[in-house]
């Protein structure tokens, strides 16, 4: 309950967006096909309607069925969160280790800025399109804007962003039409009925998700629904409950390694946890989904966890820029310059990933050619990672090429990791700021674990 109302109250991805692909007509609202909406996950959390006080930190109205049916952080729907399961095992793992061992204590005066790492992206070609049909549209308010500039003064800021939607959503409803100054109408709802049905029927991404492709490539967060539909039927198998299972003692290392660097900070008077995080969930993440052992916690200075960090400011600058978001112009730019080097980087550490697996998976072979280990089919299938199901996957006939591989191995770097570790850090700073839950929570730990030094079980 802990870990899902930080999520609720610092919703990790605040948004999503589709563009609606055909007319949706529900309880007299229409949304004519060819629009795109921004589904404000954060909006929904933090509505009175469905969470009376939202800004109470109060992690015992998920006990209320009514509450948790609300919740929304990993979406719903057909492309909900792949790894849903995997990452609400690894929080509450890392987060009973960590509360087994230190007592986690505010930084008096201490606020952490919040800035977005998700956003839509708007396209000449489908704003025309928009245009046109926005005469159709039934059941949006559209509030007062600024003469030239619309409603674009709300997105001026990346850290006042989700602040100035909150108050629009409250002031207006949760049904807005908004146009940036260039005359473009986009879609804002924080109606959880029109975000579930939109997520249940509508697959299609918008064209948002484009900028992240030069990145992530067209893995299964930013492809498009054929492709996904056949792309997430083959890695379903990654996730089964019995493999997840087997993933416990990889959850072990990596926490123990974590307990182990967090016991410098010991005494100071503040730290910033997330790059403590961000180093222990990549080190899961190779070590389970992938695979293969990095030991990252032991460099402080991992390059990989620095560029994934600068290029979620370098998209959402651009996103903000009607300059850099023209492509030719956008190569003039010294983030155009930054964004290739980073993704060469990024990239190249993937690559890195792959060609290790392969080695691994090509000495097992051999071993087992020449009788060295059990070759029981078994055992061995509930061995396989995902990156092992995606080297031995044939999609339409064939295998994946490389860039396939690093596209999906890639979105599952990066969204297995950094997600993780900004929402776990988020929930540490929530229990350090209300210490009655937090000592709520270290005496349900201690009813479980006693004096008892075993690791945790699922």
């Not at 109250?9 to 921004?38: A, C, E, H, M």
């Not at 900004?422 to 937090?438: A, D, E, G, T, W």
Request: glycine share 6%; net charge positive; charged share 25%.
């Amino acid at each position: 309950m802990v870990i899902k109302e930080s999520m609720r109250y610092y919703t990790p991805v605040p948004f999503i967006s589709r563009l609606v692909d055909k007319d949706v007509n529900l309880d007299g609202i229409f949304i004519p096909k060819g629009l795109s909406i921004i589904l404000f996950l954060y909006g929904i959390h933090m509505n009175p309607k469905y969470y009376p006080n939202p800004e109470k930190f109060d992690p015992s109205r998920f006990e209320r069925d009514a509450e948790s049916h609300h919740f929304l952080a990993f979406g719903t729907g057909p492309r909900q969160c792949i790894g849903q399961r995997f990452a609400m095992w690894e929080m509450k793992y890392l987060l009973c280790q960590i509360l087994r061992k230190f007592n986690i204590l505010e930084v008096p005066g201490h606020v952490p800025k919040l800035s977005l790492c998700v956003l839509l992206k708007f396209q000449n070609d489908v704003m025309i399109r928009q245009y046109g049909l926005n005469k159709k549209l039934i059941g949006f308010v559209s509030p007062p804007g600024l003469p030239i500039l619309k409603h674009f003064w709300l997105f001026a800021s990346e850290f006042a962003i989700l602040q100035n939607l909150i108050n629009l959503s409250r002031k207006y409803g949760e049904r807005i039409k908004l146009e940036l100054f260039y005359g473009v109408p986009i879609l804002l709802t924080s109606d959880k009925d029109i975000a579930s049905h939109i997520l249940n029927t509508v697959l299609l991404k918008d064209a948002f998700y484009e900028l992240a492709e030069t990145w992530v490539g067209q893995g299964l967060i930013t492809c498009k629904p054929d492709k996904w539909k056949k792309s997430r039927k083959m890695l379903n198998p990654a996730f089964n409950i019995q493999i997840l299972e087997g993933y416990l003692k990889s959850f072990e290392n990596s926490s123990n390694a974590l307990i182990k660097r967090l016991k410098v900070e010991v005494g100071n008077d503040g730290f910033d946890v997330l790059p403590y995080m961000n180093l222990c969930t990549l080190d899961i993440i190779c070590e389970t989904i992938m695979g293969i052992k990095l030991n990252v916690q032991g460099n402080k200075n991992m390059q990989y966890t620095t560029d994934i960090h600068e290029m979620s400011a370098i998209v959402i600058r651009r996103l903000f820029s009607p300059f850099k978001r023209h492509p030719w112009l956008y190569r003039l730019t010294k983030d155009y310059k930054s964004e290739t080097k980073i993704i060469g980087r990024i990239r190249g550490l993937t690559q890195r990933v792959i060609d290790d697996r392969k080695r691994i998976k090509a000495n097992m072979e051999i071993n087992n050619t020449n009788g060295e280990l059990a070759n029981n089919t078994i055992e061995k299938s509930k061995r396989k990672s995902l990156l092992d199901i995606l080297l031995e996957a044939e999609i339409d006939g064939r295998p994946l090429t490389n860039t396939e591989l690093i596209d999906e191995t890639q979105s599952f770097l990066f969204a297995g990791h950094d997600t993780s570790a900004m929402c776990i850090s988020l929930c540490l700073y929530c229990l350090s700021k209300h210490q009655y839950v937090q000592a709520n929570v270290v005496k349900e730990l201690e009813l479980i674990f006693d004096e008892d030094a075993r690791s945790p079980t699922i």
